[in-house]
Each structure stands twice: as C-alpha cells, then as structure tokens.
C-alpha cells in the first residue's frame, strides 16, 4: 500500500462536492451550450440568413455561395452542442474514456454557431468558409510544430515549456540566413539548429542539473526573447540586408517559398485548397504527424520513450538510457519547434520583428494538454486553435458584435478549461518534470 | 558473455564492497550460488541484502570485490549486461509501465521487430503465453498492468525475467505483498524453477520461507556475511545469525486493564476512486487501557481504516464514534483535537516534513495551539524548548533541536513523530506499522511507549503487517482480509490460525 | 526502503511538487559566492553580447590581421561603455551636475525596484507553498486596471482617494490569483497553465478596455486612460525633482510583513509546510486545499499592488504597455532572493537598477534594453545551477550525502 493520494484525502468532503467534481467535464459542456444556445440561438434575429461563400474566386472547382436561414441553424447547432454533453454523460455512467475528437468537435460545433450567429444579417458580406479554412491550417502551423515538439519532450518526461523561445529562435534564424543567401528555403533549412540550441540548454539544465524543468523553460523563453530582440536592435537594424522580408528577396531574384498545390488533389472543392494548396512548410509538418504518430505508439523507439516517462526506474532496470532518451527527445523537441518557427518569418513572407511569436508558444502547449499528449490529438487542437484564429480574423472583415479582443481570449480560455478537466480528464506522463538521479 | 537457456550457470560474488559515503552497505561479501539451487539471502531490514544484489545486477557499482559467471570474471555497467548474462531480478518495488500491457512491458528493452520494422507485438504476445502456461501463471498479455492484482502483476515480473533467459532469478522480498496462501504458490514456482534449471536467490527476512523452500541459506547482518547455514537449522538459530543476540519478540508488558469503550467504529464501508470497496462494513470498539491489534496482509483495508477514523479517508456509510461523538465527516483538524493521535506509516511521507527542523516537527499539528502561538503569532522559545524536553524525554539522537529531520535515522524520525502524538492528552493512538524500517533498539523502545500509553488508560488501536509484532503487544487481534474483520481473537491464537485467518478462512474452517 | 510495500512505487504516487522541494533545495544551498559568480558570469555572457553587436568591433574584425589591437581595444570600449552607461543609469550619475543630480540614477533605481519587490514578494509566498505561480504579469494588469481606474475615474479627498485606488489594485490582484487557486484546489488544474493562460487573458482585457471611449483620454482615440487624479497619486519621498514615491516606502513594509507572514504566523507555519509536503501537511490536520487558494489570493494581491505602484506612482496613467516586464523580473527576483522577503528587497533594487539604466544605456551606449534581459536570464540559470557554476569557476562541490538504501 502506497500513501493514499491526495485526492482521496479529502478530509471533509461532502457528497454534494464530490458529485460536482465528477461530473464537471458534463456541467462544463453543458454551460457553454447554454450559452451558446441564448447568445447565438435566441439572439439571432428570426428571418435573417447568413451567406456562406464556399469557393474562391480562383479555384478551380467553384461550389456556389448558399444562404442559411440563420436561427434554424443556430439553434440546431446549440442542440448538437447539447447532444455533446450528453454523449460525455453517457460514456461516463458506462464507465468509457471519450477520445478527443469530443471537444474538437464541440469546439469545431461552437464556431461555426459563432460564425453564422455574426454573419446573420449582413447583407452585402459573405462568410468566406474556403478562405477561413485554408488560413486555419496555415495559421495552425506553429502551433502544430509546437505541440509536437511539446509532445517529444513531455511523453520522455520533460516539460518543454520554452516551445515559445523555440519558435522565436528559429523564425529569427530563419529569417537571417534566408536574407544571408537569398533563399527562403536555406532559411528554413536552419531554422531547426535555433531550436535544437535551446533544446539543449533545456537538456543541460533539467536532465543534467535538475534545475526544474518549468523554471527552465521560462527563463529560456526569456533569454531567447532578449538575445533575438537584442540582435535586431542593433546587428539587424545596422545591417538591413540580413533581415529582410520574402519580397525583398524575391526582387533580388532570391528563392521566396511559395504555395506549392498538388496536382489533383488541390482541386478538391474546400479540402483540396485548405489541405493541398499549401507551401513546404505545410508538408513538412503532415509528414512529421504522421511519422510521429506511428512512431510513438508502433515502434521500438516509441515504447521505450514512453516508458522513460512513465516509470523511468522501470525503464533504467531493463536498460534503457533513460537520461540520454531525454536529452535526444528534448533537442529533437527543439529543433522541431525550431523549424515551426519560420512560419513567422520566411513561410509568411515577413522580416523579423521583436517577440514576432506573441505567446504562440504558450498556445501550442495548450494544445498539447488539449490533445492529451498524443501527437494526432494535438494536431486536432492546434488545427481548432488556428480556426479560432482565423475566425477572429474573418469576423474582424464581416465586422462581428464581439471585440476581437475577447476572441483572442478564447485559446487561452480553452486551455483553462482543458487543464481544470472541463474537458474530460488529461492526464501528462507520469515522471514528467522529475528528474532521473541514479 | 550470454546466456543460454538450459545451460546451468554458476554464480559467484568475491569479496564485494559497496559504500555510501561512509555507510558500508557491504563489507567483502562472499557469496556463491551453485546452479540449479536456490540460494536465500537472509536479513534484517537494513543489512544489505538488497544492495548487494543491486550491485549483482548491475544498477549499483561495487567498490571493491569481483562478480564471476562461471568461473569469469565480468564487469556489469548496468542492467543490460546483468540481463545479458542471464540474470534477472523481481524488485521489491515491481519495475512495471502502469499504463502499458503486460506484453508490452515484457518486452521492453528488448523488443522483437516485425518485418516492418515496427514492434512485433504478436511475437511478444506468444512468449508471455509461452511462459505463463508453463508455469501456470494465467496471465493475459493484452491486460493492462494498472488493473492487475498485485500477486497477478509479480508474476508478471517473473514472465519479464523469464523472458529473458535467466539463468539466475532474483527475488527481492517477494512475500512482502502477498497473502500466505500467495506465498504458497510463489514458493512452489520457485521449487518448480529450480527443477527446471533456473538457479533463484531469495532475498528475504522470513524465516518460515527460508527453511520451505531453500537449498542454502546466507545470513547477512549489517552489510557482513554472518555465515551460512542449510534449511535444517533451526529457527532460532537462523534468528541468532540474524540479529546477534537471543531474540525474544515478547514484550514485557503488565496485564491490560480495560476500561469503557472508547472507539466505536459500525458498519464502516469505503469505495476507492476505482470503485473497489476498500472497507466492507467494518465493525470493532476499543477499550481504554487496551491494545487492539491489527493484522493482516498490507492491502486488506488496514491503511484505509485507520485513515478512515482519522478522516483521511471519506466514509461512505457507518459511524465512527469517539467517546459517544461522532467523528465521521469531520475534519482532520477536529478529529486531532479531539483526542486522537496518529501515527502514520509512512513517516517520511505522512509523518513528517523533511526539510523542516527537529523542532517545527514537534509542534506540526499543535501550531495553532497555546503555548506555541497565540493570535496566530509564533512563540519560537516556547517551540525551541519544547524540543528540548522531547528530545531528551524521547532519546531522540541528534546534534541540533534545529537540525532538519531528513538527517534523522529512521528510528529517531518515528520517535519525533511519535513524541510529537503524545504530547496531547489523547484518549485513542493509532499508530500504523510504528516499527517499519526501524532497528531492534528503536522497536523496543516504541514498543515501550505504546504499552506506557496503554496503561495510562489511553485507547491504543494499532495496525501492524508484522504478526510477530501483533502477537507481542496486543490484547486483542482483529484480522482484516478485503476489507472485512475476519474476527478477533486473543494473542494467544497460534499462528497458523491466524496466517488461515489473514488468507481469509472463516474461523469455522479453522481445525 | 521498508519491507512491506504492496503496490509499485511508480512516481505518480508521489506529489508534483515534489520538484519544487528539490528545485528549492538546490537554491538554499547555493550560497552567496554561487550567486555572486552567477553575477559575474551573466555580466561576461553581456559583453559578449554587447561585443558582438558593436559596430566598431565588427569593423576592426575585419582587418584583425593587419591591426588586431583595434579589435580589442574596440571590443573593451563597447563593453565599459555598455557597463559604465548601466552603472550610471543605475547608481550614479558622474556628468552631473550636483549631487542631487548625481544620485538620481539610484533613486530611479528604487522607483523600478518597488513594483519588482512586491509581485516579487506574491511570488516568493507562492514559491514557498509549492505553488509556481507565473501569472504575476496578469495580477499585475489587473490591479492596474482597477487602481487606474479608481484614479481617474473619481475625484475624492487626497488620502481617501489613494487608499481607495490602492484597494482597487487589491481587489483586481486579488481576483486573477484567486481564479488559479480555485481552480487548484477543486479540479487540480495546474496554476503554471492557469497562470499564463491568465497573463493573455488579462492583456487581452487591458487591451479591450483602452478601446473603450470610457478608458481613453478625452480628446484622444490612444489607448491611454486619462491621468491619474493627482490625490490618486503616491506623494513623492523625495520631493518633485526625483520620482521617487511613498510606493517604495510600502514595498519595504510589505517585505516586511510578508516575513512575518511566513516566519511568524502560523499562517506561514502552514504554507511552508504545505509547500514542502502536502501529504503530511494533510495528516496534521492542514488544510491544503485553502492553503492554495489563501496562498494564490495572497501572492495575486501583492502582484496586483505592484501593479498599483506602477499605475498610481510611476506611470500616472493606464496604458497598454503598463505591466511592462514586471511579471517576468519579478520570476527572477524571487528566485534571485531565494523567495525570502530580505533577498527579494535586494534582488529587487538589483534588478530595478538594471531596469532604471535602460534609457541611458540607450543614450550613452547606443544599446537597447533587451540586454538587461539576457543578463537577468543568465543569472537565473545559474542561480538554479549551483553545480554549473561551481563547474565553471572549478570551486569544490560540498559534501554529498547519498540516499542509503539497504
């Protein structure tokens, strides 16, 4: 018998807390589809449709604009937002564990209420779905990068909380040696060592010396911050031409990365642009999903990794180099995050600019936790983060009722909710942010 | 140097010395185990059984001393090459991924590939079906280790080893979890292992074990290799051996003279947070000026019931009542200030605050309490010489009142902690296995202050795994079995009776 | 180990911030010569730095060869410079004037310094709880929030109305540490996510409310409140000619009272041990749960008063840029003083003289602040590395003691 965890010891708890406690995840859902129900359902006026655009003006298979009768759909959505809630009531009497499709899917549920909720009315303004979708995805990117670097590092047992300074590092090395060579995709080519470099002060000062690993990450963040914004201060500014923007380099006849559609595939209507029709970056991060996914939970690499963060004393007595697997997942973590970084820079065709990141970091660690540390349901948070972006974005053209500030807040919101279980329970690996002493 | 199934391997430890600073855990230990036997590793807690079979398996280095494999000599810079030579270790602590399956834990660290490149969890599948049914394990590879019984996942442990062709099996305290009708079976799968080749070492305290099941038998007394001697010795001598002097477990303690019902506990039920019902309508009372004893394998209730009546726990139904009031519901704080002492078992983890002084120790759940603070201010003197007087009072070794009490031995921590519960007038001491870890000096002396307790007419309700321990200081024993009592008898119960009562045979089977 | 032990002992038995006691360990140990050459070491790292980025030495590289003294000689110019321009933005003065003038580098440096020493202060008690509270940033912003507001929305008797203002700056810290503590406490959310999810969301808020027409000066579509009613203001210590205000003075008390808080109380008596060991924190019949939200709702109204500092002493005004750096300097001075309210007053001035040089770095040395950032980074890493910094300046490593285990 082992100490009786903390959260049986409640010393005074009464069945009423208990029971709330339980079910928070079903209150939760059920809460905001109240809301969404009297905000977006009730208040929208009767008779009034909103206009989706679904083509672009460009694409190749052109699906024609429809109008929804906007009530009807909003109240039907509030109800799938309840039917949500039920579902998670219902795996919970029989005991079953909900993957995180359900809270993507809600979320997914929320916007699209939100988005026909704003656009209800508006005349002479289309929701444009294709466009919002295809720079979802793209605006997915660093957070996609980020959480998959998250997820190498934490499924070992470290807590990568300096994704943030990762990205900055390398959208800020990306953008130089891209301006140093001309060629955008050199640029993106060394945005991973930026990455890999705070990935191995992380190494060295949690694995190696303990420190704790939060603190770390932090600090890190931080420093990144001050070196790059130092360096732009004064090498940068005195020096324009190794910080310039994809047009700049473009004129000089330099390489600029480009959107590279696959044939056939980006003609799909709405999926072939928004998943197809992307630059290399874009594939770069599909390929790295996929091969992640099979190699965490199939392959030989993956078992022991995960063992290393469960039980690292486990792992060590059948011989396994739980520190080295450490250091290697926290640099690789590193330099994955790092190349999700010239998504700031060379893949948006922008100079760097002091803490260009703005807290993008923090959010792919929220996605991380959202998609309890698996790299396919992290792809799904960040995937849905990157549309709220994106809606934040399209509402801000349609001209919504809602501050974009308040939008803005939603990620960090969700992620609130995701941590405090609201969402279901979230459990990161066992030995994580302790360190392994022999 | 690897090992190959079927072929006997010889073992041999020459000389080994490992140190801790200045701690020699090991002094030139010699030990051999001929192949095919099995060999027992005899001790107290705490002399160095289970370093040196660290440093055997290669998780220790040895600072002096040569480990030979047939007559070889090698050099083990971890478990990798323990493993390679064909030994394999059963921790105390069992090495197991929770979350994985039973195969995929078998298999890690030396995972079989597919064609693909990818794990082939098929060919792991088949080799724990393989060994299980050999030996009779019964045991699904696709189980999730978490959901397993604690006997279900050391066989587990077993298929891990097995799995690897051990010549040589360690077994680190296996009994240590088990109920005795477990240890049976354990104890004929070692037989069965050692007909089959297998050479096992046995590390363990229990004598009864040793003369069942062992072929040679190594007795090790701080960190130094006493002798050895065959299973026909007998128990007390193996005893001698062990602790170096007569041991008499008996406690000179005056005839109990009990008073009216202090704690009455009824129908006491608890769930867990898995749903396993922890406590099954538990029912007892304690006397004041009466030892009721506790026994039972660790597992069956016993923690849960004391946490219970402390308020650790959450109750789901029955009543516990103190002196007539009822003390379910109630917090910790009110059950403490009622009269309650508590003596948790695991001192370094519930006990105590490791890196606050001898000192704040004392007073931890009395802080709020006159003399020490008044408003919410701190008295520290009122504090700095109250430890004085326990520390002298408890015999408590230390250099400073303000040393941390992390630097404590293990037998001055449980006095701190002990000194610190009956410093209150307290009218019930529960105390959960208040020896664990201790020596022989440190045991005596906090069997002493419990019996004083007792006859101050104070209700003592201990829970001990020890039955040596029950059978010393009770005056009356209850055995747990799944969280029900089982019943209660005198302490004049033998032991068989009550090892049948532990496995859960109702009294009426009992011959 | 004990004998007896029927469950694997895995590491999710043990407390999560089991690593904070560690971590905390390993800052006690460190003594003052570790942080003194943690110190050095992030200067040398700056000059680097300051070395890489000049101008002049990059020239002088590139004729290395021929002239390879300019290069060093460059090299030592731009680092005394970089330093001596921080010495004088911090400390003193040497161009000017009157003593008066002279000093009043050091008294800028006490100004940045108050705010730094409060949400130093809430963090220091979060710390010692076991609590990693991050989100001083955001209980900074929202005491500002509402001590701004109280400032220049009302116009109340001097005396009343800065009291009024500096509750406000309670109750607004009060709320965003709150929140985490809560939530801590009933569903075991956390507080480092909570915290900075927190931060944006506080930021956010600002930003959303400097929109507002009832935010904004008249006249203006800035997002810059109105200026603080002068009885909202903390009156200056030292008269008009320094900024140095009363807020200073009340860092000082609250250093103290938080040492008594912690060291005194049986409050403190609670918190440590609920930081240090929350199992047998439970068993003694603690509370841990309201520990954490006592803990969090105090370390968010210290932060929250930092925030009151800034808005009612130094800036005068609600701006979007109001926290500034305070949340995150104020992660450094915590662990900089080792979460003890004396260390936390001195690494406040520290790190307030170092915040105060921005200007005049700028001016004499032609550097951008950022480097005060990289120092304070460094210095933290190897605050939390003793065994780094021992390593790099080869001073013997003390005694270890091992875990015995038998």
């Known amino acids: 018998m082992t100490t009786v965890s903390a959260s049986v010891r409640t010393g005074q708890a009464t069945s009423f807390r208990s029971v709330l406690s339980e079910w928070k995840d079903v209150i939760g859902y059920g809460l905001v589809a109240l809301i969404g129900l009297i905000v977006f359902g009730l208040r929208t006026d009767s008779g009034v449709s909103t206009s989706f655009q679904i083509s672009r003006p460009d694409d190749t298979v052109q699906v024609p604009s429809f109008s929804v009768p906007a009530q009807p759909i ?346 405090a279980g609201l969402v279901g329970r979230s459990r990161p690996p066992a030995a994580e942010n302790i360190p392994y002493k022999k | 140097m690897r090992s190959q199934k079927g072929l006997d391997v010889k073992l041999e430890l020459r000389g080994i010395t490992k140190k801790f600073g200045d701690f020699v855990a090991n002094d030139r230990i010699d030990l051999t185990v001929e192949p095919g036997t099995v060999h027992a590793l005899l001790g107290e807690n705490g002399a160095g059984k289970s370093t040196l079979m660290n440093v055997l398996f290669g998780l220790y280095d040895a600072d002096g001393g040569e480990i030979l494999v047939d007559d070889e000599v090698v050099n083990f810079v971890g478990p990798g090459d323990a493993m390679r030579a064909g030994i394999g270790m059963v921790h105390q602590h069992f090495m197991l991924v929770h979350p994985f399956t039973v195969a995929e834990n078998v298999m890690l660290g030396h995972e079989q590939l597919a064609s693909n490149r990818l794990l082939d969890i098929d060919a792991a599948r088949r080799r724990v079906l393989e060994i299980s049914d050999r030996f009779g394990f019964n045991v699904d590879p696709d189980a999730v280790v978490e959901d397993l019984s604690v006997g279900a996942q050391q066989r587990v442990e077993i298929i891990k080893a097995l799995s690897r062709d051990a010549n040589v099996l360690i077994l680190d305290e296996p009994t240590a979890v088990l109920t005795p009708q477990e240890t049976d079976e354990l104890l004929d799968i070692v037989g069965q292992l050692r007909d089959s080749g297998t050479s096992v070492v046995l590390i363990t305290h229990k004598l009864r074990e040793v003369q069942a099941v062992a072929d040679t038998i190594t007795v090790i007394r701080l960190g130094k290799v006493v002798g050895t001697a065959l299973p026909t010795a007998s128990q007390s001598e193996l005893a001698t051996m062990m602790v170096g002097r007569d041991v008499t477990m008996a406690v000179d303690k005056p005839e109990a003279k009990p008073g009216d019902v202090v704690l009455e506990v009824t129908g006491l039920t608890a769930i867990d947070e898995n749903g396993v019902t922890t406590l099954d309508d538990v029912s007892l009372e304690v006397r004041a000026g009466e030892i009721l004893a506790i026994a039972g394998v660790q597992g069956n209730g016993q923690t849960e019931l004391a946490e219970a ?203 | 180990m004990s004998a007896a032990e029927a469950k694997t002992e895995t590491p999710e038995n043990k407390d999560r911030s089991d690593e904070a006691r560690s971590f905390f360990r390993s800052v006690v140990e460190s003594n003052g010569l570790v942080v003194f050459l943690a110190v050095v070491a992030a200067l040398v790292v700056g000059a680097v730095l300051v070395v890489v980025a000049d101008k002049s030495v990059q020239d002088a590289a590139g004729y290395f060869f021929s002239r390879p003294t300019d290069l060093f000689s460059a090299a030592w110019t731009a680092v005394s410079d970089a330093y001596v321009a921080m010495f004088q933005g911090a400390i003193y003065n040497l161009h000017a004037d009157s003593f008066s003038g002279a000093i009043k580098p050091l008294t800028n440096s006490l100004t940045f310094s108050a705010p730094l020493i409060f949400a130093g202060l809430g963090l220091g008690v979060g710390f010692r709880a076991g609590l990693f509270n991050i989100g001083a940033q955001g209980q900074v912003i929202l005491g500002a929030i509402l001590a701004g507001f109280v400032g220049f929305q009302f116009h109340l008797p001097l005396g009343i109305h800065l009291a009024l203002a500096v509750i406000g700056a309670i109750l607004g810290g009060a709320l965003w540490g709150f929140i985490p503590g809560l939530l801590k406490a009933t569903t075991g959310a956390h507080e480092v996510i909570v915290t900075i999810m927190l931060n944006y969301v506080g930021l956010y808020l600002l930003a959303w409310l400097l929109s507002l027409e009832s935010f904004q000066a008249p006249g203006s579509n800035n997002p810059k409140s109105p200026p603080i009613d002068g009885s909202a203001q903390w009156p200056k210590l030292l008269g008009d000619n320094y900024g140095l205000h009363w807020g200073f003075i009340a860092a000082l008390l609250a250093a103290w009272g938080v040492w008594w808080l912690m060291e005194r109380s049986t409050w403190g008596f609670t918190f440590r041990a609920v930081g240090a060991n929350p199992s047998a924190a439970t068993i003694a019949g603690m509370n841990v749960k309201l520990t954490y939200v006592l803990v969090m709702v105090i370390a968010g109204t210290l932060a929250g008063l930092a925030g009151g500092i800034q808005v009612l002493g130094t800036e005068k005004a609600l701006t979007t840029g109001i926290a500034g750096s305070i949340g995150f300097d104020a992660i450094t001075v915590a662990l900089l003083g080792r979460s003890r309210p004396a260390g936390i007053v001195a690494a406040g001035i520290l790190f307030g003289g170092l915040r105060a040089s921005g200007p005049t770095l700028q001016v004499q040395a032609g550097l951008p602040i950022d480097i005060v950032l990289v120092i304070q980074s460094v210095i933290v890493l190897f605050i939390a590395a003793p065994p780094l910094v021992r390593f790099l300046f080869r001073m013997p490593s003390p005694r270890l003691v091992k875990e015995v285990t038998a």
Not at chain 1, 155 to 177: K, M, T, Y
Not at chain 1, 238 to 243: A, F, P, Q
Not at chain 2, 322 to 343: C, T, Y
């Open chain 1, 74 to 419: 909003t109240l039907t959505l509030a109800v799938i937002l309840f039917a949500f809630a039920g579902y998670q009531a219902w795996a919970k009497l029989r005991g079953a564990s909900v993957g995180v499709w359900l809270p993507i899917a809600y979320g997914v549920t929320f916007m699209a209420a939100l988005l026909t909720w704003a656009g209800a009315g508006r005349e002479n303004t289309n929701v444009a779905i294709t466009g919002m979708l295809v720079s979802g995805v793209f605006l997915a990117v660093p957070l996609v990068f980020g959480s998959m670097a998250g997820t190498l590092c934490e499924r070992s047992g470290v807590v990568n909380i300096a994704i943030e300074g990762q990205l900055l590092g390398g959208a800020f090395l990306a953008a130089v040696v891209a301006s140093a060579t001309h060629n955008a995709y050199l640029g993106m080519l060394a945005a991973p060592i930026a990455g890999a470099l705070v990935g191995m002060l992380l190494a060295l000062f949690a694995v190696r010396y303990w420190v704790d690993q939060i603190v770390v990450g932090v600090v890190l963040n931080v420093l990144v911050i001050g070196i790059t914004s130092f360096l732009f201060s004064t090498v940068l500014s005195d020096n324009t031409s190794l910080n310039q923007a994809g047009a700049q380099i473009g004129a000089q006849g330099g390489v600029v990365i480009q959107n590279l559609p696959i044939p056939l595939l980006s003609d799909i209507p709405i999926l072939g642009p928004v998943l197809f029709d992307q630059n290399a970056l874009v594939y770069v991060m599909y390929a790295i999903v996929i091969v992640f996914q099979i190699m965490l939970f199939k392959s030989r690499w993956g078992l022991r990794v995960r063992a290393v963060g469960e039980h690292p004393k486990a792992a060590d007595t059948v011989g396994i180099k739980v520190n080295r697997t450490r250091v290697r997942n926290t640099i690789l973590g590193g330099a994955i995050a790092g190349l999700g970084g010239a998504f700031f820079t060379v893949a948006s065709q922008l100079a760097f600019s002091k803490e260009m990141t703005s807290g993008k970091g923090y959010i792919a660690l929220a996605a991380m936790i959202l998609g309890r540390w698996n790299p396919k349901g992290a792809l799904l948070a960040a995937l849905l983060f990157g549309f709220a972006d994106a809606l934040r974005i399209q509402l801000g053209v349609i001209g919504s009722p809602i501050p974009s500030e308040f939008l803005a807040m939603l990620p960090y919101l969700a992620t609130i909710f995701a941590v």
């Open chain 2, 309 to 511: 009546i402390l308020g650790a726990v959450r109750a789901t139904s029955g009543s516990v009542t103190l002196d007539g009031e009822e003390m379910l519901g109630r917090s910790i704080k009110s059950a403490l200030n009622s009269g309650i002492g508590f003596v948790p078992e695991d001192r370094t983890v519930d006990g105590m605050v490791a890196t606050f002084t001898i000192e704040n120790n004392l007073v931890l759940d009395l802080i709020d309490q006159a003399p020490f603070s008044s408003h919410g201010n701190i008295d520290v003197e009122a504090i700095e010489s109250n430890a004085q007087d326990k520390i002298a009072q408890f015999d408590v070794r230390t250099t400073s009142s303000k040393a941390t009490a992390g630097s404590l031995s293990g037998g001055n921590q449980q006095k701190v902690v002990l000194a610190r519960e009956l410093s209150r007038e307290l009218k019930l001491l529960i105390a959960s296995q208040p020896t664990r870890g201790l020596d022989v000096g440190s045991i005596e002396f906090v069997h002493q202050q419990i019996v004083a307790e007792r006859d101050k007419g104070v209700a003592v309700l201990i829970v001990s795994s020890e039955l040596d321990e029950v059978m010393a200081l009770a005056d009356r024993i209850a055995v747990m079995y799944h969280g029900k009592i089982v019943g209660v008898v005198p302490p004049s119960t033998d032991r068989k009776t009550l090892g049948l009562m532990m496995a859960g045979a109702h009294q009426e089977e009992v011959a």
